[in-house]
């Protein structure tokens, strides 16, 4: 890459003191030469210290560095990332994550070399021994970058999330950013399909990244809630765009049954052929904020 700015990482964060410094760590010990690299924070009013922190680790080194705050959602604050973006390619660090030291090399690399990707994910690295569900939730990602991703709820087949991806700028600014109206999570998959529609590539490549799970089940149950509500508001836009039957909490039981293997292969825990009821647990989550958001109006008032 020449001297300009070569990548920008978008980090959208809330109150996420107790686990950003591993995050950042990590992206200071990049490969990919600093001087090229643009960090963009939006931090969601954080109340616990979230931005000291960042001030702190993120001092010099990078090529340019912005901060900024949002009160709306996460969808507003990657829409700023976007708008704001001075990298050809943007990557999403999230507060739970910890990247491979060469990850955002391999990623751009990978980019430079694929003109007609848009959006391009990576790959979630096993990530267990911190309770139950945060090992279920982990192991599920896991089973899916390496033995692939079936059962996905989408007519769209194939739709990265935002989290270790790397997006294309022209790509991304060329369907407007993101749905900012969208109040739950989605936001990336609708983003992803969008880009698709226009004739750019989705992939997935090698490069790996760890992600902390969720580490309750109460947290979990709010986090599949979130995604409910989100998938309310894409469904709402294209009704064929969700399988509502893949989501029953049925189908969820039968995608845990056809994960429990894999689970087993990686790890050689038997613990994880309880995945049939982690992802029953999962889709009730989800339809329950589905519904409460049909029934609340959510999505036909945005629209």
Known sequence: MDSQIGVTVGLCVKNGAAIIKTALESLCMQTFPSHNIEVIVVDGNSKDGTLQIIKAKLKSGFGKIQIFRETQGLGIARQ????KASGKYIVWLDADMILAPDYLENQVLFMEQNPDVGIAGG?????????????????????????????????????????GAIYRVEAVRQVGGFD???NGAAEDTDLAYRVRTKGWQLAMTQERFTESTRASWQSLWNQYVWYGRGGHYIYHKDPCSVNLLQMTPMAGFIAGILRAPGAYLLTHNSAFFLLPMHYTYKRIAWFYGFCNAHLNGYGHKLN
């Open 80 to 83: 700023m990332v976007i708008e």
């Open 123 to 163: 790959t979630y690295t096993l990530h267990i021994g911190h309770g139950l569900a945060a090992d279920l939730e982990n192991v599920a990602y896991a089973v899916d970058s390496v033995f692939g991703r079936p059962g996905r709820a989408s007519k769209y087949g194939f739709l990265p999330g935002a989290e």
């Open 180 to 182: 900012t109206k969208i």
